[in-house]
């Protein structure tokens, strides 16, 4: 997605140990209209596979998911990432290791939002090692839901994340991909839209 990556170019900041950080449109202050574009993308790619719900994990994944989840018609599940007490009953883990803060949490999402006949889409900021991803594939499987796919904003493709989920033959979309950083710029590879 050429805007996406223009952004990036643009504002993307690459900090030290293959980390890229783009806290002016996506991961802290959050730029609606390109978000709504994203989404758009995400649910053209998708439109015709009968998604029914979009999901993603709290936080940084709900901006481009709700944009999707418009686009689609159908409504959008964040997983949690903290026990909550008023989640009461039916509730779906995984443990899930966070590349960026380096700690394992549980994951959750009540299990009344997912039901069986449910197809859904996968959205997330960042594509890493796919540790998030997994996660969500395992609390929707615990649902007997099915993944029609996973719809990535920045995937970094020097890491493992993508040959973990086709291994897992789930289909990966990422808007934008990076080969490389090279002297703190940022080097794309053909995007999947
Ligand atoms: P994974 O689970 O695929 O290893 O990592 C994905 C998660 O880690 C994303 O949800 C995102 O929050 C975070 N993440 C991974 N790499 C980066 C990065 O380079 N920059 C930022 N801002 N977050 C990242």
Do not use: C, W
């Amino acid at each position: 997605m050429k805007l996406l990556e223009e952004r990036i170019l643009k504002d993307g900041n690459v900090l030290g140990e293959g980390i890229l950080k783009v806290d002016s449109f996506l991961t802290h202050q959050v730029d609606f209209e390109l978000m709504q574009e994203i989404g758009k993308v995400f649910a053209e790619k998708y439109k015709d596979v009968g998604i029914t719900k979009v999901v993603t994990i709290e936080a940084s994944g709900i901006a481009p998911a709700i944009y999707a989840a418009q686009a689609l018609n159908v409504p959008m599940i964040f997983a949690k990432k903290h026990k909550n007490i008023t989640m009461t009953e039916g509730i779906l883990t995984a443990e899930v290791y966070s590349f960026t803060k380096q700690v394992t949490s549980t994951v959750s999402i009540a299990g009344k939002f997912l039901q069986e006949d449910d197809v859904v889409l996968i959205v997330d900021d960042f594509l890493a090692n796919g540790q998030a991803a997994k996660g969500l594939l395992e609390i929707i499987q615990q649902a007997g839901a099915t993944v029609a796919g996973v719809g990535i904003v920045i995937e970094k493709s020097f890491q493992t994340g993508r040959a973990l989920l086709e291994e897992a033959g789930v289909p990966v979309t990422s808007l934008a991909r990076i080969q490389e950083f090279k002297d703190n710029t940022v080097v794309f590879t053909e995007a999947d839209a």
